[in-house]
């Protein structure tokens, strides 16, 4: 059925397509980087159909945002009542009950054991641009530490922590001053040729030795921001050291511990937080993408205590917590917890599984990692060098686009598998197959 014939694979872009393309061209900055010419008409869960008509397995999901699946009626249905009701009113300056009914549920979804507070924004950056603010404003210290192969946004605070391509900084110097950045621990590619057994090593020696030790005394340090699974920068699974480990030494130095989860929180991993897998409790949490399934939304999640002191106006925006971003946040929070966040890690392990029967036989796929649906497929010219097969990665996604199946890379050489966690084993089964092609049109055998 999913066979891809000839015909299948030349009608894609077909006319329709082609049109919205080139009149884009017209109109909108060449600045954002279209991948490949999909052009959207409608969606239902992980299915997606172009203006031609043509059907879509969606495995990237906007980019890990549309956590309960395109159009979920519940949450349509819940956006559509309350734009019967009203659509804003700015929560800096007044009252309403999308926002505290959001709140209250994120609050409950916390580790227990701490009081929290919740600050809404528009999106990832800007959670990520409030985490910073807050850790600066609470702490009094300015420095802030963040990783190689980071993406955190682009907004100029949080630029400023994002490291993963030197596209998304060249032009905009200079940046935000007190920032440095250290290795985040990856076990395929240890930094400073180290050992894969000793990369939390590796990389907690030179916080303290090298950072700590010349540019940066640790009494200055407001925060450490980390992804908690790195993103953008390749799908990058931390060893399971590595958070308590790093929760100690910002412990001895007073440093806060912000874990961006925008990318892999919200049930995507099997569990509502990434950070939930090691035990560890952050003292701020930044989430959005998923979060709104689709609607812009973003929260910095902090320890009431740093908030106690953040006096009313010293942060704040027009449109943060909308109240049809509130309501979709809510419904999708409800949704991931009866039952979403147990099918990603159920069909996540599933197609985790099915990737590393592929790599069998695939020597070009170096490492096939992740966790719940949040799952990398890095490419390599051969596994003995590890030279990243850019090229190769950038060729299978638009094979598996001609073929009918929305994959998109990140990092050097990976392709990262992000769908809508209501994704299920049948469709994991026909992606799959879609994908064998694709990868054989690129490494014929
Ligand atoms: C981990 C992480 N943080 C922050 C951001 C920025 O989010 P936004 O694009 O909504 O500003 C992203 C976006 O990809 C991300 O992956």
Same mark, same amino acid.
Not at 104 to 130: C, Y
Not at 165 to 194: C, M
Not at 413 to 423: D, E, K, W
């Given at each position: 059925?999913?066979?891809?014939?000839?015909?299948?694979i030349?009608?894609r872009?077909?006319?329709?397509?082609?049109?919205?393309?080139?009149?884009?061209?017209?109109?909108?900055?060449?600045v954002?980087?279209?991948?490949y010419?999909f052009?959207?008409?409608?969606?239902?869960?992980?299915?997606?159909w172009?203006?031609?008509?043509?059907r879509?397995?969606?495995?990237?999901?906007?980019?890990?945002?549309?956590?309960?699946?395109?159009?979920?009626?519940?949450?349509?249905?819940?956006?559509?009542?309350?734009?019967?009701r009203?659509?804003?009113?700015?929560?800096?300056?007044f009252?309403?009950?999308?926002?505290?009914?959001?709140?209250?549920?994120?609050?409950?979804l916390m580790?227990?054991?701490?009081?929290?507070?919740?600050?809404?924004?528009?999106?990832?950056?800007?959670?990520?641009?409030a985490?910073?603010?807050l850790?600066?404003?609470?702490?009094?210290?300015?420095?802030?530490?963040?990783?190689?192969?980071?993406?955190?946004?682009?907004?100029?605070?949080?630029?400023?922590?994002?490291?993963?391509?030197?596209?998304?900084?060249?032009?905009?110097?200079?940046?935000?001053?007190?920032?440095?950045?250290?290795?985040?621990?990856?076990?395929?590619?240890?930094?400073?040729?180290?050992?894969?057994e000793h990369?939390?090593?590796?990389?907690l020696?030179y916080?303290?030795?090298?950072?700590?030790?010349?540019?940066?005394?640790?009494?200055?340090?407001?925060?450490?921001?980390?992804?908690t699974?790195?993103?953008?920068?390749?799908?990058v699974?931390?060893?399971a050291?590595?958070?308590?480990?790093?929760?100690?030494?910002?412990?001895?130095?007073?440093?806060?511990?912000?874990?961006? @989860? =925008?990318?892999?929180?919200?049930?995507?991993? /099997?569990?509502m937080?990434a950070? #939930?897998?090691?035990?560890?409790? !952050? $003292?701020?949490?930044?989430?959005?993408?998923?979060?709104?399934?689709?609607?812009?939304?973003?929260?910095?999640?902090?320890?009431?205590?740093?908030?106690?002191n953040?006096?009313?106006?010293?942060?704040?925006?027009?449109?943060?917590?909308?109240?049809?971003a509130?309501?979709?946040?809510?419904?999708?929070?409800?949704?991931?917890e009866?039952?979403l966040?147990?099918?990603?890690?159920?069909?996540?392990?599933?197609?985790?599984?099915?990737?590393q029967?592929?790599?069998?036989?695939?020597?070009?796929?170096? @490492? =096939?990692?992740?966790?719940?649906?949040?799952? /990398?497929?890095?490419?390599?010219? #051969?596994?003995?060098?590890?030279? !990243? $097969?850019?090229?190769?990665?950038?060729?299978?996604?638009?094979?598996?686009?001609?073929?009918?199946?929305?994959?998109?890379t990140?990092?050097?050489?990976?392709?990262?598998?992000?769908?809508?966690?209501?994704?299920?084993?049948?469709?994991?089964?026909?992606g799959?197959?879609?994908?064998?092609?694709?990868?054989n049109?690129?490494?014929?055998?």
């Amino acid at each position: 059925m999913t066979q891809a014939t000839a015909d299948t694979i030349t009608q894609r872009p077909g006319p329709a397509a082609q049109e919205i393309v080139a009149r884009d061209q017209h109109v909108l900055a060449p600045v954002s980087g279209r991948v490949y010419p999909f052009v959207m008409d409608h969606g239902l869960g992980c299915e997606v159909w172009d203006v031609d008509g043509t059907r879509y397995l969606d495995m990237n999901a906007g980019i890990a945002v549309v956590a309960t699946g395109h159009s979920h009626p519940r949450l349509v249905r819940a956006i559509q009542e309350q734009a019967a009701r009203f659509i804003h009113m700015a929560g800096t300056d007044f009252y309403n009950e999308p926002q505290v009914k959001l709140a209250e549920k994120l609050q409950s979804l916390m580790p227990k054991g701490h009081d929290w507070r919740i600050f809404l924004g528009n999106s990832g950056t800007e959670a990520v641009e409030a985490s910073i603010k807050l850790a600066r404003y609470a702490t009094g210290r300015q420095g802030v530490i963040a990783f190689f192969g980071a993406f955190h946004g682009r907004s100029y605070g949080s630029l400023s922590l994002t490291a993963s391509k030197p596209r998304q900084r060249a032009g905009y110097f200079p940046l935000l001053p007190g920032v440095e950045h250290a290795f985040y621990p990856n076990p395929y590619r240890p930094p400073l040729g180290s050992n894969p057994e000793h990369v939390v090593d590796t990389c907690l020696d030179y916080i303290e030795k090298v950072l700590f030790e010349t540019v940066l005394p640790p009494q200055e340090v407001a925060c450490i921001v980390v992804e908690t699974l790195q993103g953008e920068g390749g799908y990058v699974v931390p060893p399971a050291d590595w958070f308590p480990r790093l929760r100690q030494l910002c412990d001895q130095h007073g440093i806060l511990l912000v874990c961006d @989860e =925008v990318q892999s929180g919200v049930g995507r991993t /099997g569990k509502m937080w990434a950070i #939930d897998h090691t035990g560890v409790v !952050p $003292d701020i949490i930044a989430s959005a993408k998923g979060l709104g399934s689709g609607m812009p939304i973003g929260a910095c999640i902090a320890r009431k205590e740093l908030t106690d002191n953040w006096l009313p106006g010293a942060h704040g925006n027009t449109y943060g917590g909308n109240a049809l971003a509130c309501t979709a946040a809510y419904e999708t929070l409800c949704l991931v917890e009866e039952g979403l966040m147990n099918n990603a890690r159920e069909v996540g392990d599933y197609l985790q599984g099915c990737l590393q029967q592929i790599a069998l036989h695939q020597p070009h796929i170096g @490492e =096939v990692r992740g966790r719940g649906l949040f799952i /990398g497929v890095e490419f390599v010219e #051969d596994r003995a060098t590890k030279i !990243p $097969d850019h090229d190769g990665a950038e060729a299978v996604m638009i094979e598996a686009f001609r073929r009918g199946l929305l994959l998109l890379t990140c990092g050097k050489s990976t392709i990262r598998f992000c769908p809508p966690l209501v994704l299920t084993k049948a469709q994991v089964d026909e992606g799959m197959e879609l994908f064998e092609e694709a990868l054989n049109a690129v490494y014929p055998r």
